[in-house]
């Protein structure tokens, strides 16, 4: 631990914490401060003025990034006949109904997303103390409950990602790897910030965004000034 202890402070220099950098510098410091061996994944961390214990204000949704994350996303489709031979044929990893429901059961979880047909619904909420916690439980808001599961699967596969707020508000989410471009983590963010600023609750009062930082996995958060990313 001492190693990655002097490495993270090293990392830590180049930050200066109290200050809020444009996203272009928090870009090229974010990729600075990325010291680990493998290519760190980057995450966009949104602290939002919302109290999720009001339906309106508890943020679920999924947006498409661009340039993807970087990262191959596992896509399991719970979908009976047609719907899963259609789910494989876009790409999907793993496609059916009772036999992965029991997998599912049996602790079985070699997949990041999970897509299925409404019809399907009753039987997967039986497994939502299993699913619930992971974050794993397919919902209408994420887009994860369809019928148009080719498109879904697709869009999946292409680097969409789900975001949602926790009790406190903040919202995590990658943005993409430290090997990235900063143009391709740069439109990947905006495409974050503008989708949560659509979303943002009528009945919020005072500023909505209170705090946005971006960091690699194991480095320093990196404060970015808001103005500076639409």
Do not use: H
């Amino acid at each position: 631990m001492a190693k990655r202890g002097k490495k993270y402070q090293e990392a830590l220099k180049l930050v200066d914490r109290l200050n809020k950098y444009s996203i272009d510098e928090a870009i090229e410091l974010v990729k600075k401060t990325s010291y680990a061996k493998f290519d760190a994944t980057v995450e966009l961390s949104c602290r939002l003025n919302i109290d999720t214990r009001k339906a309106e204000q508890n943020l679920r949704g999924a947006v498409s990034l661009p340039n993807g994350t970087g990262k191959t996303v596992r896509v399991l489709v719970i979908a009976k006949d047609a719907k899963a031979k259609e789910a494989l044929a876009a790409g999907a990893d793993y496609a059916g109904d009772a036999e992965y429901l029991e997998k599912i059961k049996e602790g079985w979880f070699e997949f990041d997303t999970l897509i299925a047909t409404p019809d399907m619904m009753g039987e997967l909420g039986k497994l939502g103390r299993i699913l619930g916690p992971k974050g794993l439980m397919p919902n209408p808001k994420t887009g994860t409950v369809t019928m148009d599961v080719e498109k879904t699967v697709k869009e999946f596969k292409a680097g969409k990602v789900e975001y949602r707020a926790d009790k406190t508000g903040n919202i995590l989410v990658p943005v993409g790897k430290a090997s990235f471009g900063a143009q391709q983590l740069k439109e990947n963010i905006q495409a974050i910030y503008n989708q949560l600023m659509r979303v943002k609750p009528s009945t919020v009062k005072g500023v909505y965004m209170l705090n946005i930082s971006v960091s690699a996995t194991m480095g320093p958060g990196i404060k970015i000034d808001g103005s500076t990313i639409a």
